[in-house]
């Protein structure tokens, strides 16, 4: 009986990378509101399909540092984040924290496992130092064949749709960088990643390109 309960446990993943470089402060308590906001989804989600085991991997990023707030930690051993966790400052080294981020996460999955990788920024690559465009494309184009799900969420000062082509990034999603603009995505993003775990709880297939459809 055992065997069986294990076998039919899925491991959920949520590797979350948010850019902390100086542009984000415009939308700083927005951004930490949002982040928090979606840990307690996460959590939510272990709750309501308690046959997924999910975990967190969280990190914020610039120039100046990477800080792992949670390192692939169980979702129920989560908690909110401090306002002085999450201070923008520095450049956007989006490579490397991409790089670094689904490295380390590619590291502790295993086989049948899945993975959903969400981005957010509000700039383009301007100072990685280790990984460059080709590296990490070539890495998720690899992972997307393995239950992986990447989503890119950046702000409408960018061409959010050709960053995410170049990155071979399927889902994507463009918010105003303003208060009201910050909240709307976070609600969309926290819907989207509730069906996409409800599609794993029932062995659905989300469409590609459609992760941030709403439903009518």
Not at 5 to 31: C, F, P, W, Y
Request: charged share 25%; net charge negative.
């Amino acid at each position: 009986m055992m065997e069986t309960n294990e076998e039919k446990t899925k491991r959920v993943h949520n590797l979350i990378i948010v850019d902390e470089s100086g542009s984000m402060e415009i939308i700083r308590k927005q951004a930490f509101v949002g982040m928090n906001e979606t840990l307690q989804t996460v959590r939510k989600m272990q709750e309501k399909f308690p046959d997924q085991q999910q975990f967190v991997t969280l990190l914020t990023f610039d120039s100046g540092h990477t800080t792992w707030h949670y390192d692939n930690q169980p979702a129920a051993q989560t908690r909110e984040l401090d306002w002085k966790a999450y201070n923008p400052c520095g450049g956007t080294p989006l490579y490397d924290a991409i790089g670094k981020g689904i490295s380390k996460t590619n590291a502790q999955v295993e086989d049948g496992d899945h993975v959903l990788v969400t981005i957010i920024t509000d700039g383009e690559e301007n100072s990685s130092e280790e990984w460059t465009l080709q590296m990490t494309r070539t890495m998720i184009e690899k992972l997307k064949k393995q239950h992986w799900t990447f989503t890119l969420i950046g702000t409408d000062n960018l061409d959010v749709e050709s960053m995410a082509r170049n990155f071979a990034i399927d889902e994507h999603m463009e918010f105003q960088q303003s208060e009201a603009g910050t909240m709307a995505m976070f609600a969309r993003e926290r819907s989207s990643r509730e069906r996409f775990n409800s599609c794993i709880a029932t062995n659905r297939v989300l469409p590609k390109g459609k992760f941030f459809e709403e439903e009518s």
